[in-house]
């Protein structure tokens, strides 16, 4: 659609995100510095409030935002995707109205399950905590970009039929589509190995460990957008709203959920501080251990050879050349004496 990514993207890793993230290295310093003031991470499951964060640190980011914007959107047209955007739209959305510039939303919804998957592999979540960041970060990113220029996208369609939903999405955003671009996006970006997961929509029927709000908003998004008329609409809003007020009523439960979380990788710091100064000393006490084995091995060669020379003294003493030679040493004695 031309827009572009820039050049200071995070690096990909290999077996987690193969072909890149596609997240900007500058914007996601300010979403991962806003996040901390607000004593919040990318894995808190409850809201975050940007009103607790000192006024001068949010116009210190704002400033630094709108710097970087005007760069980077200077002469093209730019696309950022950090995953911390749809927590973070009341801070991004202040600064686009002061760059006064067009902007365009693509909100990409994926299977809960598939993002449960994922999480639970690189992160060890449990089910709880995945669907939960599932519903945290879809409803915020509904609800924000309601009644402005957006388009939805589920995840696994895209991939299934890439050119027939960049086409909806294009003229959704009355963008053009460069179809030189969308053949090599089909034919050769999308790469079907690297899908580490894929569920279908009954596969959420079966679910325990999530709140039926997660399935419900899933199932009104996909049908929204295979058929975005009135009667979707409506249920799609009524599943939105019954997640925004799950999620508002559980609110203090997910906050008491954060502080335990931050003192348990508290203790596991110091844990692990503990540990490794006890394998410090561990290691301390063995090179002890060795010094002093090698002292008592000197000390045993020393008394091995104290042995040896009492047994050549004794036997000197015994000999025949020692006794004849005595008057000679009492003599020799008697002179020193005398000296």
Known sequence: MGAEFGERLLPPIAGINDKGFFEDVDINRIN????????TSWHTAGPIDLGTIDRKIIEHQQKAALELLMSKTKGRTFALKDPRMARLLPFWQTVFDLLSIRVAYVVAVRNPMSVCRSLQTWNKFSDEKCYLLWLAHTVPALRATEGRHRTLVDYDQLLDH?????????????????????????????????RHSRFSMGDLDTLGSAARQVRDLFYAVQTYIANPNNDTSSDYLSALSAAESYLNDIAPALRYQWRLEQEIEQLDASLRNALEQGDSLNKTLRDQRESISSLEGNIAEARTALKSAHRLLATMEQSMSWRITAPLRRIRRQLFRTH
């Open 32 to 39: 991962i510095e806003l996040m901390t003031a607000a004593g």
């Open 162 to 194: 890439p050119r027939a939903h960049l086409l909806r999405m294009a003229n959704d955003l009355n963008l053009q589509l460069d179809h030189e671009r969308v053949v090599n996006f089909a034919e050769e970006f999308l790469d079907a190995p690297l």
